[in-house]
Every structure is written in C-alpha cells, then in structure tokens.
C-alpha cells in the first residue's frame, strides 16, 4: 500500500500554488511497494501525488531570490518508508533547497536527531536543469545523492547517483 491517491487532484493544485514536487527515488518506491509490508506515506505538509511524486508545501521562500537563484526555500512535510518489519526505514522530513546561482543543496531534517527539528544534513547535490516543459514560476533541479544521502539509503547506492529531479514554485 503505498498512499497514493486516487484521483489527480493533487497533481493539479501542485501545479497552481507554490511548493516542491518530488519524487525521492522512484526504484526505492517501487522496490518498497514490491515488498509484501512495504509502506510509505505522506503528511504534516507532504501529499502522496498520483504520478508517484510528493507535494511539499512552501513554508518560507522569504529568503530565495528567484531572479538570482539564490537563497533558501524552505518547504514543509514528511515521507516515510518503511518495509522488512522496520528494519528498512526511511524518513524525509522538512526538505530545503539551499542554492547559490542555480546550484547547491537538498537539506532534510537529520532523522538521527529526531524529534528535534534544528539538525539538518544535505542529502543531495542540486543542479538547475533547463529542461522545460513545466507551468510558469516552476523550476526544475538535478538531485544527486550526498555521502549523508547515501548513508539515509543504508548504503545501497552510490554517492553522485542520481535521484528524481526537483521541481520547485518559490513564489515568486
């Protein structure tokens, strides 16, 4: 059971109100959905998207200058998964985008320190992405995973392997 809606109304509203859209690492999503009680889900800010993405609501984007392309954009949510009785667990909690010039990082909320919100750690490279194709005021961002990215993996993947690209509305 993997939480994803029914309907594409949240593709829909993603696409007309600020946020960031991503999804994570779609052979993880469908390896824990394959497994017999994988699970995974969104809340607190997050929604589960029909087209396998999650919708991350803006917190703050005071700070991000879209012209630059520079600053902090502060997005709010959860995504879990879980699988092989909890031993596989995975937690993405409160993803910033961090970037200087179109370039930077993808931060989450250090799942070790948790409940506590304040430590964060980069869990991907970021790179702007030109590619198009997407409704006005949305960029988009290519994600590679960081050595602490890989670590949240348990060490399944490579350091610079690549992650489902980031899309982004600042509000701006």
Request: aromatic share 10%.
């Amino acid at each position: 059971m993997s939480g994803v809606p029914d309907d594409a109304a949240g593709q829909v509203e993603s696409e007309v109100r600020p946020g960031m859209s991503w999804g994570v690492k779609g052979t993880f999503t469908r390896y824990v959905d394959a497994v017999p009680d994988g699970r995974y889900g969104a809340g607190g800010g997050a929604t589960a998207v029909v087209d396998g993405t999650f919708f991350f609501e803006l917190e703050d984007a005071s700070g991000y200058d879209p012209v630059q392309r520079d600053g902090v954009a502060k997005y709010r949510g959860d995504v879990r998964y879980k699988a092989h009785g909890g031993v596989l667990f995975v937690m993405l909690v409160d993803p910033w985008l961090e970037l200087r010039e179109g370039v930077g990082e993808l931060t989450v909320v250090d799942a070790k320190h948790w409940p506590s919100r304040e430590q964060r750690l980069a869990l991907a490279t970021l790179r702007l992405d030109e590619g198009g194709g997407l409704p006005l005021g949305w960029e988009q961002l290519e994600a590679r995973l960081t050595p602490a990215g890989v670590a949240i993996f348990n060490d399944v993947y490579a350091v610079g392997e690549m992650l489902e690209p980031v899309r982004f509305n600042a509000g701006g």
